[in-house]
């Protein structure tokens, strides 16, 4: 039977002074807890925004070219300045080269002053083609309207406002005499859509195109042409379609891609994480430090027994090889302890910070535990080397003078 | 590895020899010359004390003799090898192999068992526990039982730990049996008994070294080498 003396001495040094190596090893219990829970919460929220994100990122928003290349990420400008919309033929050409990668359909937007009973606030008005009305949206009360005094509007907007199933709502500002006004009623309150980029109709009006180009004219220049993917990697093909059909001379419409948006807030995510396993990180150079302090103090306790083992004929190296033992079991053992009960206070974790389990048990998020008790017995290593090194290179005889 | 050595094939060759040997500690108040162009022979076989007051320089002697220690200037041979020209790892090893240490403290692991620390030189020494029951043996011849070998140092007599060290001492057959001071902490009677042990370990043919200040000790070697500032006096 093979059996390491060296080893069985470190174990037994560690055995013997139980409680003090227990008290330096919970440091990196805590260490690898923090950092691998961060990490784990990061990665879950991670791919929890990702899946959310992605039912809304598989729109790729058409808007006329302003020149200034601007526009909001997010499709709420509002403003149709006169000369700035997405003509007919315009809007048949990004049907032809993008009809074949998803739902294309326009859109007219504006923002007015409404009144609703005595109270007056502006919202956002679209305007649809009735066919887009019956694939687009989805009513969870009454009916899409058919007139032109008929509109439905988002859950978010009935709620803050009040507004039922027959509510009236008057369009257009009194006040100013040359705005028409328009009264319409709600037939219809949509059901809740969430974020999204090509349309947000939680919080808006919506009329039919008749409705619209009666008030505001106009009929045929959309503020903007949505295309709904089939597929979210078609994205980028569809994009390169469109513009190569319309800005081949001149940059007519401007594409935006709302997997670009994704793909910045995921990384802001990470960056997020980063930051916050940098500051879980700072408990380990805490246990570093009572490491190394628990070796140091071994090995000061221990200058006798040194002095013993080097005058016997133990090596410098076995010496050292003795002490890193020590390093490195403190480091096991916190480690897989701490990676036990992270595994534990991850999963609490990410369920309160993050909503959902549902990712946790996945590679991207479980490889933080292996990761930590990585960096967790690393530190235990390096913290040990300079007590382990001090340890090999005493001198035997004076070593051996001292009590 | 197997780390032996081979000074024993050369049966001519004495254990010690020292010519012209010197040490010197540099202090910021002036070097001490703490071995004064000493030379010293020993044979193989012998039984000698080496005495001499405190301060003589007769722990710096036994520290070159050891191998824990090189001279400043001189020639010290170990079983014929130059231990001036060694490598720490050699002189090391040169411990481990050629020379069996009993020390005034006993100087045992203490998170080792008796038994265990008997068997510790011959772990480093062939990488492998004893299964010769050569450790038994030893402990046995030294008068430590079974049951007395499972304890710890700390739960030992004196006398019973020096015994343990003896064991231990004789493990890998050493040369050189280097004894310092070896019934300083012990009784009359214990230390009569260590005495005993080490003059039958001689009449056995080892070579024994003793260090000691006590003249009644000195008194049961064959040969006495007597120091005083570095120098031998007779």
Same mark, same amino acid.
């Given at each position: ?34 950092? &691998?829970?961060? @990490? ?10 990702? *899946? ?62 409404i009144k609703i009973g005595d109270e007056e606030r502006?919202a956002?008005?679209? @305007? ?30 009935a709620?803050n406002n009040d507004l039922t199933?027959g509510s009236r709502i008057t369009i @257009?500002?009194e ?8 009264k319409v009623r709600v ?31 106009? *009929? ?7 295309? =709904? ?13 469109? *513009? ?20 910045? =807030? ?16 700072? &408990? ?66 990410? $369920?309160?910070?993050? @909503? ?48 | ?14 254990? =010690? *020899? ?167 902490? $012990? ?48």
């Open positions: 039977m093979k059996k390491d003396i060296i080893l069985q001495i470190s174990v037994r040094s560690i055995r013997l002074n139980f409680l003090r190596s227990l008290l330096a090893a919970i440091g990196i219990v805590i260490g690898v807890v923090a950092i &691998s829970s961060m @990490g784990m919460m990061g990665a879950n929220m991670t791919m929890s925004v990702t *899946e959310e994100l992605s039912a809304m990122a598989n729109v790729l928003v058409v808007k006329p070219d302003s020149g200034g290349g601007g526009g909001g990420m997010m499709g709420g400008g509002g403003s149709s300045s006169d000369d700035d919309y997405i003509d007919k033929d315009q809007f048949d050409d990004i049907e032809r080269a993008a009809g074949k990668y998803g739902n294309v359909y326009p859109l007219y937007q504006e923002s007015d002053t502006r956002t008005i679209y @305007g649809m083609r009735d066919e887009d009305m019956a694939t687009i949206l989805t009513v969870a009360n009454g009916t899409l309207p058919q007139t032109s005094n008929a509109v439905v509007v988002g859950p978010t907007f709620e199933i @257009g500002d006040d100013d005499e040359e705005a028409i006004i328009q037939v219809g309150i949509l059901e809740e859509k969430g974020m999204s980029m090509d349309l947000n109709s939680d919080n808006a009006i919506i009329m039919t195109e008749k409705a619209y180009t009666g008030l505001y004219g106009g *009929e045929g220049e959309y503020d903007q042409v949505n295309v =709904i993917l089939y597929d979210i990697d078609d994205a980028d093909t569809a994009t390169e379609a469109i *513009e190569d059909q319309l800005n081949r001379k001149e940059d007519e419409v401007q594409v935006q891609d709302s997997s670009r948006m994704m793909e910045s =807030i995921t990384s802001t995510v990470s960056t997020l994480t980063t930051f916050v396993m940098a500051i879980a990180g700072i &408990s380990l150079l805490v246990a570093a430090t009572s490491i190394f302090n628990v070796m140091m103090m071994s090995v000061t306790e221990r200058i006798r027994e040194i002095g013993i083992l080097r005058s016997i004929g133990t090596r410098k190296s076995e010496v050292l090889r003795m002490f890193i033992y020590e390093a490195v079991i403190l480091g096991l053992v916190g480690a897989i302890i701490g990676a036990i009960m992270s595994v534990i206070l991850g999963w609490l974790v990410v $369920l309160a910070m993050v @909503g959902t389990t549902k990712y946790f048990f996945t590679f991207a998020s479980l490889i933080y535990v292996p990761v930590s008790m990585a960096i967790g017995i690393v530190i235990c290593i390096v913290s040990g080397v300079y007590p382990a090194w001090r340890a090999a290179n005493l001198d035997p005889i004076e070593a051996l003078r001292s009590d | 590895m197997n780390r032996s050595s081979d000074g024993r094939t050369m049966t001519t060759v004495p254990v =010690i *020899e020292m010519a012209d040997v010197s040490k010197i500690y540099p202090l910021p108040s002036g070097d001490v010359l703490a071995l004064d162009h000493l030379s010293i022979r020993i044979e193989r076989g012998e039984f000698v004390a080496i005495m001499g007051p405190s301060g003589s320089g007769k722990s710096t002697l036994l520290n070159q003799i050891g191998g824990l220690d090189v001279p400043t200037s001189g020639i010290l041979r170990i079983t014929g090898r130059n231990i001036r020209k060694m490598s720490d790892d050699s002189l090391t090893d040169l411990r481990l192999n050629t020379i069996g240490y009993i020390f005034q403290k006993f100087n045992l692991i203490p998170l080792l068992s008796a038994y265990e620390n008997v068997e510790y030189p011959y772990i480093l020494k062939h990488r492998c526990n004893d299964t010769t029951g050569r450790v038994s043996k030893l402990l046995a011849d030294v008068g430590i039982n079974k049951r007395m070998a499972k304890h710890k140092p700390a739960e030992l007599s004196g006398g019973q730990q020096q015994r343990v060290a003896i064991a231990r001492a004789l493990i890998n057959d050493p040369d050189i049996l280097l004894c310092d001071e070896p019934t300083g902490n $012990l009784d009359t009677k214990t230390g009569a008994q260590i005495m005993a042990m080490l003059t039958a370990l001689h009449d056995q043919g080892r070579t024994v070294i003793i260090v000691t200040h006590d003249p009644s000790i000195g008194a049961q070697a064959e040969r006495t080498i007597r120091i005083k500032d570095g120098k031998v006096e007779s």
